[in-house]
């Protein structure tokens, strides 16, 4: 076993390329909002800016393949990149787009060949963001309820319904989503997939007023919309996965939410409230002496170190080939709650201070405050605590005969 | 021995039930929630009318002179709302502090008016070190010149204050602070009396998750040395004893409120064909949430009955702070995995207590505190 990355001589020789050219790219203005709302117009177009230039070296998608726009780079140098740009507080992308990463490679899986020549090279080289439409009022955890329709009329589907929980601010160029196109066929045979553009007529979007759009930091994913299609006209064209195949397609996409592509990089959030306590006197010396305080912030640090170390295997796993099975839903589970956890945590320590993000008399630029909120919502998205453990014990065969496999990946 | 509510407590209980229902709807509460609003006075009126404020105030200085079983009763009912103050600050926290530490005319002249509601008296104790130890007091107070403070011309003195305090819980809708105070001359801690409006007092809101907290500057204000309440800490110590089930029995309340939201929900939100509460999984959280409901509940009350029949209740009363803080900031963690979505939406109104479960787990000290003083109380 081997915990550290180990880079060749060409790997090291990599990262000082990457860390110059970021060092020469990444704008000196980019700033990181404690609340995701916070994401400014000028700097949202700041992050789509780094996001391709980063495309056109191929850094944005470094493992997705060439000949669809990625970098088609092998996770060795992929690891490199994130390391780097994680250094400088980002994320790949460095905005949010759920194309990327989810639809993306939900269209490399079961997209025909003119549809991934259509739609992946403007993904993977950031030249458009997409958003993912899938909730809707009576179809949350119950994601095959939807009632969304898309019926087919000649060379085209309409559209009508609504989605909520959905985007983030400042607009898309693509919306991918699920809906019915078979109104009379069974669950699950009757849904489609579709990438819908974003300025066809008929399409509304509302901000939706939530406690905190979620937990998605560094990624500025901003407000959560509502999303209505009123007789929206697609070309059939853009059906992907065949007629009624839809919720084959998204298994791809609800698996790598479920947390199976694994991640690197650290957990901001714990930085920032170490160096808070450090630098802050209480009493007349630093938080950081502070018996009660140590002993939460060693709680903190101990739930971020699980939470890196099941992402990192996951990211080990995915990458090294391996079977996987429950670990996705478990590394997303023990985020979910171990987030939970920490805001208590971080309330203990900081006292109401945690709890605004006044200048003076709040914490860390309001990032704590932000969590005391994102803490709560974080635990929803991409399937609640509790459907998570549904997929593990599925996963693990707990009373059951046969073991669910997890979903097909890239 | 019987755990049953006295059918005036049950009386009581139904009108303010009724009462927070008609006065504080929930686009009432949002409305004041939201942040450009400022807490506008007229429930408060209403609430004043009601003669409720007097509840802890003995007849002779114009209160109901309720038990504190009774108040109990009344701000369990205000929490289920969560209505916003200053009812606690006021009516429980300053009457009491004004009862155990005032002279016989500062009684006289403080408690009818906080029965009414003409006096919104809040305490202004910690500051930016956060804690609520006497030796976290740092504001000061120094002796004026006589003739330019003692505005009421009774010849007692005058003092001048200067100081921040932080996270003051209602502190915007204060119409007096009710000021811990350090002497410039002897150290003693003591609270005095400042009118908001006072030349030199600035209240400011805290923005974000925080729930009606405040800032409040003190620059050179003038303070009458007869505002000053006799008793010191040690009669503040004492009014924070009686008043924190109070304070215990308002989170009980908000437990309760998240504990039916989220009873009603897993009956009518339906997933996979079927109401959410057939999941097992669903099952365990509002378990959960109901143990802690109930665990808040029976040691606030028995705090309460403690204090009425004249026992120590130091120990309850420590207990009952630690599990309802913690209660009510589980129930509504809780409530947020049954409801999911769309429990984090800002009109469904879940997240008002959320708000609230959070601020008031450190109002007048964290669970942590109290278990320590726990340890005390029970000779360890
Ligand atoms: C901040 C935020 C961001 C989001 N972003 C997106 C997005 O970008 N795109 C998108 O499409 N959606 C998004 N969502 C929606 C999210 O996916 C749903 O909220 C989530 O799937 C849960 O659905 P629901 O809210 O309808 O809850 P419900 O499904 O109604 O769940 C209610 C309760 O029932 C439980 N439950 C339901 N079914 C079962 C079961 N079978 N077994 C046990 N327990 C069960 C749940 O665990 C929960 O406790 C977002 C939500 C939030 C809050």
Known sequence: ?410 | MDLALTPEQEMLKAAARRFVAQEYPKEALLQIASPDETTPLEPWGQLAATGWLGILIPLEYGGEGGSFTDAGVLFEELGRGPTPGPHIASAALSALAVLEGGTESQKRHWLPRIASGELRLVPAITESDYGWDEADVRAVATVADVAAVDSDGDGGGGLRVNGVKAYVFDGQSASHFLCAVRSGESNDVALTVIPADAPGVRARGLPGFAWNLSEVRFDNVAVDAGDVLGGGWAAWRRAVEKAIPVLCAFQVGGCQAVYELSVDYSRTRIQFGTPIGRFQRVQDQIISLVNHLDAARWTTYEALWKLDAGRDATASVRLAKAVASEGYYQACNYAHEVHAGVGSMTEYGLTLHTAASRTLYHYLGDPKQHKRELAAALGL
């Open chain 1, 1 to 410: 076993m081997d915990f550290e990355p180990r880079y060749t001589p060409e790997q090291q020789e990599f990262r000082r390329e990457v860390n110059a050219w970021l060092k020469d790219n990444v704008p000196a203005g980019i700033v990181h909002p404690a609340d995701p709302a916070g994401l400014t117009w000028e700097q949202y177009q700041l992050r789509r800016d780094l996001g391709r230039k980063l495309g056109a070296r191929g850094w944005l998608w470094p493992t997705a393949p060439v000949e669809y726009g990625g970098g088609g780079l092998d996770v060795d140098h992929a690891v490199v990149i994130e390391e780097e740009i994680d250094s400088h507080g980002l994320t790949l992308p460095p905005y949010y787009d759920s194309g990327g990463r989810l639809g993306g490679n939900s269209i490399l899986v079961w997209g025909s060949e003119e549809q991934k020549r259509a739609f992946l090279p403007p993904i993977f080289t950031g030249q458009v963001r997409t958003w993912q439409l899938l909730s809707e009022p009576e179809a949350g955890s119950d994601l095959a309820n939807v009632k969304t329709t898309a019926i087919r009329d000649g060379d085209e589907y309409v559209l009508n319904g609504q989605k909520i929980f959905v985007g983030s601010d400042h607009g898309c160029d693509y919306m991918w989503t699920i809906t019915v196109t078979d109104p009379g066929a069974k669950r699950h045979e009757n849904l489609g997939w579709f990438m819908v553009p974003s300025h066809l007529p008929g399409i509304t979007i509302q901000p939706m007023d939530l406690l905190i759009s979620g937990g998605e930091s560094g990624a500025g994913s901003g407000v959560k919309q509502t999303v209505y299609f009123d007789d929206v006209r697609i070309p059939a064209f853009n059906l992907v996965g065949g007629e009624n195949q839809g919720w084959k397609v998204a298994t791809t996409h609800l698996e790598l939410e479920h947390g199976t592509g694994g991640r690197i990089g650290r957990n901001w959030l714990v930085d920032r409230l170490f160096e808070h306590c450090r630098s802050t006197n209480r009493r007349g010396q630093p938080m950081t002496q502070d018996p009660d305080v140590r002993d939460r912030l060693v709680d903190v640090y101990v739930e971020a170190e699980i939470v890196r170390l099941l992402n990192l295997r996951n990211y080990w796993m995915r990458h090294s080939g391996a079977n996987i099975t429950y670990e996705g839903p478990q590394a997303s589970y023990v985020r979910k709650t171990s987030g939970l956890r920490m805001a208590q945590a971080m309330l203990d320590i900081l006292g109401p201070a945690g709890l605004t993000h006044d200048p003076e008399l709040g914490a860390a630029d309001g990032h704590m405050e932000a969590h005391s909120r994102a803490g709560i919502v974080a635990i929803h998205p991409g399937g609640t605590t509790d459907i998570q453990k549904v997929i593990m014990a599925r996963r693990i065969g707990i009373g059951r005969e046969v073991r669910e496999k997890a979903g097909a990946l890239s």
